[in-house]
């Protein structure tokens, strides 16, 4: 099985899977004054609802005493968020997995748990046949860690793998991490029934379910009070959701939610993330036209543009149906940011379906794309029906062709924005240097300008005149 190689375009946006955050230490409360019995150290892999899952886990953990560190060398419980998409990401957990045992040698006390997707899939062999771990924890099981840790304290080995159909975490307020305290995440359904073939979600977070709406409004609503000025609802296949509260009334649909969400203050911003290209309805892209506050992007992934090879993959749609939603975006949202998913050399992918592929992105015009070859997963759909057949360096080819494409598409998008004037969220100061902010545009692009002499913090909106770009930035200044 060849390795995957994952390539991203704007290194910058609001990430699905950001490579540069793989392997992240959290450490929330590294300056707290209260003094904790033990400690525990929490690296993350993968997507971002992983990442946000280590911020339930770190609520979960706080409230049983321990405290986080971000030296795992001193930490009494060490734990890895995984990550099953690709082969890549498995590999590199196990690696790592592989020098912490070395600590344990030295300090035996000291417990090691795998989190998340790699969680059931691997379970015996790294508790049974490696002996790596003393924990093995499933995503929807992270309310029981406080008793299998005790299990794991007495030597027993603290495994709890189930799937649940209703676990949502929904009263849980998550300690965030790493947080610039102006944009979070909030978690607002589990799981996905989507069963695209060449997926392992539907094996690893099981079935779909959506959280309590009441729950995610008082979330966001929490965020606001205490300085948030951006939610990005999160969920594999967020168009999907649907919750029909217990006490009976109205089900609540995504695009109710998003309204919802909305009036909190039309100073607080909404996005989401992901959308199936299938579940985005005229409700959901009429309720973003009606709130300024709802931002103008979406992620709409297309992961091939060959109708024969999207049949393959499951995913419901031809490619001139995807186009057509590509149409109807931008006639009910004008200047709406449009970003995708592609898989380069899924099973039978013939030079003629990759043609395709390359015309819908330049249909589409994408303002950036996250871009991978095929890596197949095990017990997938595609794995148990295709050959993986397409060589490695034919699928490099193909992938090295759709980053060069994008990377055009990008630049073009970019160059289209200078001389507008775009309205920007300050985030914090530029990666480069402290005279100049950096903050993102309502599409989600991320937006450089001098802070001048200007009293502006992060949280403020400013007025921004674009004046260059970058193939993954904008620069400009204020107005
Ligand atoms: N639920 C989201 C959706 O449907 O857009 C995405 C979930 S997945 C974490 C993110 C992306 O990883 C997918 O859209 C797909 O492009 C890519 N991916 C998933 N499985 C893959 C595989 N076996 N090989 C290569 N890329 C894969
Ligand atoms: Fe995987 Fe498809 Fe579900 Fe996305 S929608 S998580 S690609 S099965």
């Given at each position: 099985m060849p390795p995957i190689l994952g390539y991203m375009f704007d290194l910058a946006t609001t990430k699905v899977h950001d490579e540069k955050r793989q392997g992240e230490a959290y450490a929330p409360f590294e300056k707290d004054p209260n003094t904790f019995s033990r400690r525990f150290y929490i690296e993350s892999y993968g997507c971002q609802m992983n990442f946000s899952d280590s911020e339930i886990v770190a609520s979960i953990l706080t409230a049983e005493g321990f405290g986080a560190t971000r030296n795992f060398q001193e930490?009494?419980?060490?734990?890895?968020?995984?990550?099953?998409?690709?082969?890549?990401?498995?590999?590199?957990?196990?690696?790592?997995?592989?020098?912490?045992?070395?600590?344990?040698?030295?300090?035996?006390?000291?417990?090691?748990?795998?989190?998340?997707?790699?969680?059931?899939?691997?379970?015996?062999?790294?508790?049974?046949?490696?002996?790596?771990?003393?924990?093995?924890?499933?995503?929807?099981?992270?309310?029981?860690?406080?008793?299998?840790?005790?299990?794991?304290?007495?030597?027993?080995?603290?495994?709890?793998?189930?799937?649940?159909?209703?676990?949502?975490?929904?009263?849980?307020?998550?300690?965030?991490?790493?947080?610039?305290?102006?944009?979070?995440?909030?978690?607002?359904?589990?799981?996905?029934?989507?069963?695209?073939?060449?997926?392992?979600?539907?094996?690893?977070?099981?079935?779909?379910?959506?959280?309590?709406?009441?729950?995610?409004?008082?979330?966001?609503?929490?965020?606001?009070?205490?300085?948030?000025?951006?939610?990005?609802?999160?969920?594999?296949?967020?168009?999907?959701?649907?919750?029909?509260?217990?006490?009976?009334?109205?089900?609540?649909?995504?695009?109710?939610?998003?309204?919802?969400?909305?009036?909190?203050?039309?100073?607080?911003?909404?996005?989401?993330?992901?959308?199936?290209?299938?579940?985005?309805?005229?409700?959901?892209?009429?309720?973003?036209?009606?709130?300024?506050?709802?931002?103008?992007?979406?992620?709409?992934?297309?992961?091939?543009?060959?109708?024969?090879?999207?049949?393959?993959?499951?995913?419901?749609?031809?490619?001139?149906?995807?186009?057509?939603?590509?149409?109807?975006?931008?006639?009910?949202?004008?200047?709406?940011?449009?970003?995708?998913?592609?898989?380069?050399?899924?099973?039978?992918?013939?030079?003629?379906?990759h043609r395709h592929t390359l015309d819908v992105m330049e249909y589409a015009q994408y303002d950036m794309s996250y871009m991978f070859f095929y890596s197949e997963r095990p017990g997938t759909l595609a794995q148990r029906r295709y050959k993986d057949d397409i060589p490695e360096e034919v699928k490099k080819r193909r992938l090295q062709e759709i980053v060069e494409l994008q990377g055009k598409l990008s630049h073009q998008s970019n160059k289209k924005d200078v001389d507008k004037t775009f309205t920007v969220l300050i985030e914090a100061d530029s990666k480069k240097t402290d005279k100049d902010w950096m903050g993102r545009s309502s599409q989600n692009k991320v937006v450089v300008f001098p802070k001048g002499n200007r009293n502006h913090k992060p949280g403020d909106y400013v007025q921004v005149k674009v004046t260059d770009c970058t193939q993954a930035t904008l620069l400009g200044e204020l107005v």
């Open positions: 930490a009494d419980l060490i734990l890895l968020n995984t990550c099953s998409i690709r082969e890549k990401a498995e590999q590199t957990v196990r690696k790592r997995l592989t020098e912490f045992r070395k600590l344990k040698k030295g300090r035996p006390s000291t417990l090691i748990g795998v989190l998340g997707c790699m969680a059931e899939r691997l379970k015996a062999k790294f508790l049974e046949e490696e002996k790596l771990v003393d924990l093995v924890v499933g995503p929807d099981a992270y309310r029981t860690l406080p008793q299998l840790i005790t299990e794991a304290d007495s030597g027993q080995k603290g495994v709890n793998v189930l799937l649940s159909r209703d676990e949502t975490y929904a009263d849980i307020s998550p300690v965030r991490l790493n947080s610039n305290g102006i944009t979070a995440f909030v978690s607002i359904m589990r799981g996905c029934n989507n069963m695209c073939s060449f997926c392992v979600v539907p094996f690893t977070r099981g079935r779909e379910r959506s959280r309590d709406a009441q729950s995610i409004v008082r979330e966001c609503q929490e965020l606001f009070d205490s300085g948030y000025k951006e939610v990005t609802l999160l969920g594999q296949n967020v168009d999907s959701y649907y919750f029909v509260p217990e006490a009976g009334g109205k089900p609540v649909t995504f695009a109710s939610l998003m309204e919802m969400v909305a009036l909190i203050s039309p100073l607080l911003r909404v996005r989401f993330s992901t959308s199936h290209p299938k579940d985005i309805t005229d409700e959901v892209l009429f309720t973003m036209a009606k709130y300024e506050n709802i931002c103008k992007y979406i992620h709409l992934p297309l992961q091939s543009g060959s109708t024969r090879v999207l049949q393959l993959m499951n995913r419901s749609y031809t490619r001139e149906w995807y186009m057509a939603k590509v149409d109807r975006i931008r006639e009910i949202l004008p200047g709406c940011g449009i970003s995708s998913d592609v898989i380069a050399g899924f099973c039978t992918e013939t030079q003629e379906d």
